[in-house]
């Protein structure tokens, strides 16, 4: 089954830094591989989901790319914000179920 | 557009109690999961459900039971609560059409066991 890792565990950046958080994962027969965004105490937002015919999507800000060959995402972050700091989980699995990573924490310092 | 409800939103159980945790989707999902969510660990799958009927094991299975009797609820069911089960619990919900899936949160339950 999918195993799913994130890199680093928690990152801290002065405001404006534009930053790239990083996924890895175990089997490149990933079916999708989704973004999200969790800030304390509350649920799950979706940023970006990529598929897996796809190599990368765009929302604002953020860009989120995904390479199968080497099993890896990264999500890239431009002219972060205080308002970015939360924690980030990326997901991925096979047709069925899906695996979370532990995520990043990222604070953004004004 | 309610998307994913869970209930309760907060419990406090003493060890040994039963209780059902529910989800609920209105989107006509196929994919239903229950995850929990622990200090530093991210989110553990417990049990998913394919379709309506259809129930299989995540990676921490253990002490928890799921029945998907109507295609739009997903239930979660801890038999004898334990402390080692103190978490906070997440449903979710997944769309496929034309290959495209993406997953949908419910806000969460946290359960307290003591």
């Known amino acids: 089954k999918q195993e799913v890792t994130q890199i680093p565990a928690a990152l801290s950046v002065p405001e404006g830094e534009n930053l790239v958080l990083n996924c890895s994962f175990t089997d490149s027969a990933i079916y999708n591989l989704q973004w999200f965004r969790q800030d304390p105490g509350k649920g799950l937002t979706s940023l970006l989901l990529i598929q897996s015919s796809q190599r990368e999507q765009t929302s604002g800000r953020l860009n989120a790319s995904l390479d199968k060959s080497s099993g890896r995402s990264t999500l890239y972050i431009a002219a972060s914000q205080p308002g970015d700091s939360a924690t980030y989980l990326c997901?991925?699995?096979?047709?069925?179920?899906?695996?979370f990573g532990a995520g990043t924490r990222l604070t953004v310092k004004p | 557009n309610a998307g994913v409800t869970q209930t309760p939103k907060f419990r406090v159980l003493k060890t040994g109690q039963s209780m059902t945790l529910l989800c609920a989707q209105d989107?006509?999902?196929?994919?239903m999961y229950w995850y929990r969510q622990d200090p530093g660990m991210g989110l553990r799958l417990i049990h998913y459900s394919v379709g309506e009927g259809t129930t299989a094991k995540g990676e921490v299975p253990d002490g928890y039971n799921v029945s998907r009797l109507k295609k739009q609820n997903f239930l979660l069911g801890l038999e004898s609560a334990a402390p080692s089960q103190t978490s906070v619990y997440f449903c979710?919900?997944?769309?496929?059409?034309?290959?495209?899936?993406?997953?949908?949160f419910g806000q969460g339950t946290r359960l307290t066991v003591v």
């Open positions: 989107m006509n999902h196929e994919y």
């Open positions: 997901a991925g699995g096979d047709n069925n179920d899906m695996r």
């Open positions: 979710a919900s997944r769309t496929q059409v034309e290959g495209r899936t993406e997953a949908f």
